[in-house]
């Protein structure tokens, strides 16, 4: 019988990878989420504490997947907190994925932190085809940076651009990886799609660029999420259940959001202004 | 599509008879906007207290094996203020859910609902996971009592009534509902349930218990809408665990007039609702049945 | 084989804590011979009333998806006089199960199992189909606690309490129990519960209403064993939709102190008793638990 | 998904075959029971009156089964009353089967009544095989015979001999099939196997008798079900389970149980002598 999705899998801490002092990559064996498409996520239950959403980061061993959590509030602190040998929960993958075929020729990925888990996953899938790939990262410092080496091996099998934009300056362009974005479209009007995954201010920047320079795009949309397969409603947008009809939407889906990166639904379900 | 399976209950004149349960997707009127669509006959609202609640931390939802749930969301709801704007253009059929603790909570909340184009109300008397709200005050027969004639005298539009089966009788609290004032009947709500993980050795949901939804609990709901209907005169609302079209039928031939769908939804995604509501229109076509109402009640016979 | 698994509760000394429930393969003494020959711990008689019964026409038991069934057996038995020359010869760990529709009946059908080798009885105050015995007894506080009493002046050995979810409420109803002089409790028992054929347009059991065990129930058995076993202080035997060892191990987890099964029995057959002992101790071994009671009640932690 | 045999299936009647005025053949169509075993019994629902187990029969139609029903009380005569069109529930089927394997050569089968039933589907399933088929059928008088036509059917193909018997000697010897047998035996020393079903103390002679001619047998028990899954403990005999254990039990089997030929559980499951 086929494993369902929807049931609690109790899965083993196996590896832990530290990116930077507040964030961690957690390894485990898990058929189901090993085989997720890029943009899925997974809800990750830390027995006693908290259950969160988390996009699946990719893993090089077979059957296996992995999460990457930033140290945040009690969930996330508690799930950064495990360890190797520890247990979690997981059920999912749910969502939909970025789309991706051979035609496009040109991509740009932009995201900052741990927005940066589904693109590299997306990354990693199609890194071997015959396009182009140009990756743009931001973070408020130096620091706070990751994935930037798993990237820069990457690249040395097949040419990736990474570009790089620290608030402070600290390394890379100084400003947002918006600006980045900006200037590389003034020159390059070839691009066939933009994938975006970060704060959501961020990605309905790279929204209007796009619109701007009439470039597709698609991106990872945050919200509160309880129930993870549409029954609840805390992750609505609009007319759109974020983890069924999601977490990735295009530019002419996004068009009709008028709530994106305008508001948002608090815990109790009241539409809040970003 | 046209989902037309004309029903009339308690009044109300519903498109069909496929109603979405409270909690589920009941909290943006965008997403009414669509289930109108998409099929629904009506919607209930996710059960609104007087101030906003944000419910229990994660986990609030666990699946048990065959299509069931566990959930102990703690009625996170926005509260009766803002969700009487979320949903102040609304013009589909739409029946408001209502919780509280406490007897004066029900009329300020039915108030903030006076000038609202909605079909009318439904009162949650068993919500079997939040402590003084829901299940609690289903079980004191004298507040329910109280409860639906204040209820009552703030509104002329149709009151529902939700049971569950909790610490009392359900035929008991459902009688005391109908001699109130209830214009209906829904059952049944939840089960309080629980789920341990073995390994972790823990209950799973963060408030420990919750309540049971989906296939488990459908032969407890036919049981209950069956008895419901042998002794009362107000119509029934049947739900629990309707999974399938045949499921519908099965409820109607108990007793229920029309039928509520919750884990559905969860299950097999938001366009269950319009294919189950395509199921029945081909159920009666086949079996020459001209008005639904035909098939109400018939296993009494 | 050895069914190892030494348990102690109620002060009786048990191989193992699997329990073959009541009204499961309950009336023959050859087949309890064989019961405990191929795994289990101890086992509950079908529910013996003063007299015989017959119990209701066929059908008397349906399959309801999911590994569950609902029956309405009637509670036909053999009556004491008849079962007390059946089980005359019995050394097995076998309870005996009681019920009665008057507080007079418990204290004679008591009575004749005084000279016996049983371990001592179960009283039934749960069973959700039969008018007037069972669930209806169970819903009185006051006759739940003059028949415990009546049947503790009879007899020396444990006597259990068998409670489930009816009209009233369990945790009340087991309360009394404890204070009546029960020395343990059996939770749950079935709940009320319908099937109806759409095709033929009536219920099928012959009852119309029956009994809803199996899967489908496991999360309401052990959400009222973790309750009870919070407000308790005599043993709790947990019951209700055990289908596999980890089912075992969430109940005891959740507070029980033993367990019975039912509907796996006629789901996987009788060798399925020996299996899951297997795997309780499988379990047990993997996890270095030297005694399995220390997983007893650890969900409560 | 495959079919849950456990769950009811409401099946159309879709023809009929009146053996005698008190007996009744009802063909329709269920898959699992046409792939039934011989000597495996469907538990068939009479909607608002009784549900009944009930031998296997036979059909010719692919995916099609058959019932056979003798008229007698409540349940009997409401299912005797159905006709094509009308609808019965079916579960199962259910119980083991007659044991047969090409080795056994010289075959006796021994039935009486709708004893004959699970009789008719195994010599249906092996009458193809190279081995010799004797059939003794045993009745009150002529006109309650039925299936004999059935079985001068296939004895144009191969043959078989049928004997038989009438209490009152309207037909064949006048006796019992069992003297008919105990003749037969008497001559024939090469018998591999004996099957037999039919009233209770009639298979206690012919295991008596196969055992002083130390032959083998088997026999189809009947006693009153309920759940028809080894649940209720209404059907035991000894302590076995006739509907999980048997139906089909051999001579090693009857041998250890005392109650055969001798008591049996009423419906309060009270040991009765017949
Ligand atoms: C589809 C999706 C994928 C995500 N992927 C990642 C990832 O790969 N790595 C990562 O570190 N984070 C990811 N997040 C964010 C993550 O779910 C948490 O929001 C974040 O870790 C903060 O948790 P906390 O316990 O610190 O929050 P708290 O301190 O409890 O709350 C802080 C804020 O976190 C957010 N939050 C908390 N719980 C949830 C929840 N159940 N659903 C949505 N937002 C919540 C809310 O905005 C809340 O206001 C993802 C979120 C979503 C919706
Ligand atoms: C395995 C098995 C296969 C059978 N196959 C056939 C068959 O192919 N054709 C056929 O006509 N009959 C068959 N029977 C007998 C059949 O089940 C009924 O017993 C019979 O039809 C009498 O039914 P009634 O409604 O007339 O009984 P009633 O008048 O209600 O009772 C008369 C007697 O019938 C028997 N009986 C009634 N209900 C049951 C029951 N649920 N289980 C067992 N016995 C019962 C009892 O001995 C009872 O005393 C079979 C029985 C068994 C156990
Ligand atoms: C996640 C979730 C939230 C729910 N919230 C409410 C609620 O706020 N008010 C209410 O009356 N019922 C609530 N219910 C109960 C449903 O309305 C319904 O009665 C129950 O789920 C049984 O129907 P189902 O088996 O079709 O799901 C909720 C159910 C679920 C699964
Ligand atoms: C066919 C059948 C008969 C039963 N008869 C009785 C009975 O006589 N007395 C009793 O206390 N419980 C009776 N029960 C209930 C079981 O003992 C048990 O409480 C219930 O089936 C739940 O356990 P399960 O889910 O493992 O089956 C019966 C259950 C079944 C299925
Ligand atoms: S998280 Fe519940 S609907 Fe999306
Ligand atoms: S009929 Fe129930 S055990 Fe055989």
Redesign the interface.
Known sequence: MPI?K???R?VKIEDVNIETPTVKTIFFKDSLSSVSKPGQFL?V?I??R???PLSVMISDTKNHAAITIRKNG??STSLFNKDIGD?I?I?GPFGNSFSFNKSLKNIIFLGGGTGLVPLVRLLYYIKEYDSKFTFIMGAKTKSELFFTELIYEWAKAKKIDLHIATEDGSLGTKGYPTDILRAFLSVHKDIDMIYTCGPELMMKKVYDIAIINSVRMEASIERYM??G??????C?I??K?VC?DGTIFNETKIQKLTEFGVSY???????TKF | MDYDIPINIAGLDLKNPVIVAS??????Q??F??LYKIGAGAIVS?SISLL????Y???????V?NMSYI?A?GL????AE?FST?ISKNKGPLLVSLVGSEKSEFSVIVRKFRDHKILGFELNLSCPHVEKMGMEIGDDLKLVYDIIQSIKKETTKPLFVKVGLGKSDILEVAKVAESAGADGITAINTLRAMKI?I??Q?P?L?NKIGGLSGSAIKPLGIRCVYELSKSLKIPIIGCGGIMTYSDVVEYMMAGASAIQI??L???K??SSIGKIVMGLRSYLEAGNINDIKEIIGIAHR
Chains 1, 4 share one sequence.
């Open positions: 369902d929807n049931l609690m109790l809800m239950w027995p006693r908290e259950e969160l009690y969930g247990r929960g059920r309880k129930c397969i549409g029954i609840c409603s805390s609505c609009n007319d259940l069924v639904r608090n815990k109790s379900g009241i539409l | 909690g589920i997707l009941g909290l943006s965008s997403i906007d669509r996710k906003p609640r944000e419910g931390r994660n986990p609030t939802i666990v699946s094996d959930n969301v996170a709801n926005p509260g803002s979320e993980d390994e972790t823990c799973v963060e919750g884990s939804i969860g299950l995604g938001i």
